[in-house]
């Protein structure tokens, strides 16, 4: 029984930490309780702290397992005691991902079905024990509760922001084809549009009497922009972000709407850091600069970096960002490094800057690309990113190949130099093409990966998948391990063994299936490591020198 916080899959999942909320006035607590007595516990080894090795349990509901039952409870700081909440006809393997309190005796309720594609919102009274269905929610793919924005300060967050002198909730819903901002009356759940056209909100910023800052990219998918809107419908969305600070930004804005943090970067820029006025965007004071390693930077020999779009011959427009070497030249061929994520949490296109690593690689002479598929999270519309529905694994790397092949039409591109590389998603993407798409490309680097769908998280994998009871050809047809017998190139595959989140079971099932198959293949396992690979003298430097040096060795940059 766990009170007051989370399972791990809540905690991964829904981004849900403190299982509590407080009243305004500190009359009452409402708070979750999750029952996992039923939840599957799977057992890690530790091999390296002692010379007997150690079990180390993990409860983990994996795909087709049911969640843990959930329910509410709100205690009286009076008595100390607990009264449960009932919800009319809730599920036991149903998900209640968040709760707030929108006055001091009525607390709002979402609740999610296993599915995940029905929403309901309950009002509960306090004082007469009463739940009140407020607003419901279908889609045919999924409801999304927290968006994958990260350049926003909390997006992970499942509660929302008041509106209309605490009237209206503000949520953002898919349901006209765009990500839209509405206000939702928490008197009879009637929803009003507050972002009108054919664009995406990124996310929500802050929200007050009259005024909601969000973030949003009309016109380049690959940056973020803060916008002002006035709540009441009289007036445009206004651009708040100065044409100085294009590409990737994030606001931390203070509640009475007025300063924010901000932080900028881009392709040419690295980060900085600033504390702004609001709507104004005056700077106050500058926190982070970075005027030390951009001095050093400009000492180097830097890369180039374009943004790119290809249309694959099933019609579908790939955006994508490519990093040139210094000396580049045209007449010459190179080898390409594609860099990949490809699932619903994942956009890797953006105009932020590269990493150190990506500029190293890029001086020895790969030409570096990033490009997003359908089902990642650009601002292209619903249907882009819902396309994916039941079809990870399968969609996405068809994209991705596909899109591939045009850009090995550059006539500076080597297509017999083609080297893929990804980190959990991306890794399972990178499995994904080597065995599906043998013929492009030619080395791959698979790290934390997931090779079988069934062995993942039931919230995620559900969510875009459905339930395997129901659809289980469709868990087999987007997992790697199911082609691993196409594998034909170079494969080094990276895992730590105390991965709690895409566990080391994976690489074991994946290597069976491989010397089954009679396949080849490279292995770096790092012991005791979690999903990040970083714990333990020396270990991201080991990580990444070992994948440059396969890198080169497999994929040879030119000699010259």
């Known amino acids: 029984m766990i009170n007051g916080t989370f399972d791990w899959v809540y905690e991964e999942e829904f981004g849900a930490r403190d299982g509590f909320r407080w009243n305004d006035m500190g009359s009452h607590i409402a708070y979750w309780q999750l ?30 397992e049911d969640p843990s039952v959930v329910k509410i409870g709100i205690v009286s700081i009076n008595d100390g005691m607990t009264t449960w909440v009932t919800i009319p006809d809730f599920k036991k393997d149903s998900y209640i991902p968040a709760i707030q309190w929108i006055n001091n005796d009525v607390l709002l309720i979402q609740t999610m079905n296993r599915h995940q594609n029905h929403l309901q919102m309950w009002k509960y009274n306090i004082r007469s024990q009463e739940t009140t269905l407020l607003y419901e929610e279908r889609e045919d793919t999924w409801v999304d509760l927290k968006y994958p924005d990260p350049t926003a300060v909390g997006w992970g967050r499942t509660d929302m922001f008041g509106a209309d002198d ?25 929803k009003t549009l507050v972002t009108p056209g054919d664009y995406d909100v990124a996310s929500v910023q802050n929200s007050s009497r009259n005024d909601l800052y969000f973030m949003a990219s009309p016109d380049h998918k690959a940056r973020r922009h803060l916008y002002h809107i006035p709540l009441n419908g009289k007036g445009s969305m ?5 044409k100085e600070f294009n590409g990737m930004n994030r606001y931390n804005v203070a509640p009475n709407g007025k300063f924010a943090v901000h932080t900028h970067e881009s392709v040419t820029e690295p980060r900085s850091v600033r504390l702004i006025e609001l709507p104004s965007h005056k700077t106050i004071s500058t926190f982070i600069s970075n005027s030390i390693i951009k001095r050093k930077l400009a000492k180097l020999d830097l890369p180039t970096t374009e ?20 000396d580049f030249d045209p007449t010459k061929k190179y080898p390409v490094l594609f860099h990949v994520y490809g699932e619903p949490w994942g956009q890797v296109a953006n105009d932020s800057y590269a990493s150190l690593w990506d500029i190293m690689m890029s001086q020895k002479g790969y030409i570096i690309i990033d490009m997003d598929n359908r089902g990642t999270p650009v601002l292209n519309g619903s249907e882009w990113r819902k396309s994916i529905y039941r079809k ?17 039409k550059w006539d500076y591109i080597d297509s017999q130099r083609t080297s893929v590389w990804g980190w959990s998603g991306g890794g399972s993407m990178t499995l994904n093409l080597l065995f599906r798409y043998p013929e492009i490309y030619k ?39 199911s082609y691993a017998k ?25 290597i069976n299936e491989l010397i089954k198959h009679d396949k080849q293949f490279d292995l770096m396992i790092y012991p005791n490591r979690s999903h990040g690979i970083y714990e333990g003298d020396n270990t991201r430097k080991h990580l990444y020198s070992t994948i440059t040096k396969y890198l080169l060795e497999h994929c040879p940059v030119n000699e010259d």
């Open 443 to 481: 080395t791959g680097v698979a790290i934390a990966a997931v090779a079988y769908q069934p062995t993942y998280d039931n919230i995620y994998q559900e969510r875009y998948m459905g339930l395997i009871q129901e659809n289980p050809e469709d868990f087999l047809e987007g997992s790697p391990i």
């Open 166 to 190: 605490g009237m209206s909730i503000l949520r953002m819903t898919e349901n006209d084809g765009w990500r839209h901002v509405y206000k939702i009356n928490l008197t009879n759940g009637n």
């Open 392 to 408: 990870i694994g399968v969609i996405n790397s068809r994209d991705q190949a596909l899109a591939a092949k045009e850009v090995l």
């Open 307 to 326: 943004f790119f779009h290809v249309t694959t011959v099933e019609g579908v427009r790939i955006d994508g960002r490519m990093i040139k070497p210094f």
């Open 35 to 64: 029952d996992a007595a039923g939840t599957g516990v799977f057992n890690m080894i530790n091999n390296t702290d002692s010379i007997y090795p150690e079990l180390i349990p993990v409860q983990y509901p994996k795909v087709g």
């Open 486 to 510: 196409n594998l034909e190139g170079d494969l080094l595959l990276i895992h730590g063994t105390a991965d709690d989140n895409v566990h080391y079971q994976n690489a074991e099932m994946l």
């Open 238 to 242: 206004k651009r708040i972000t100065p």
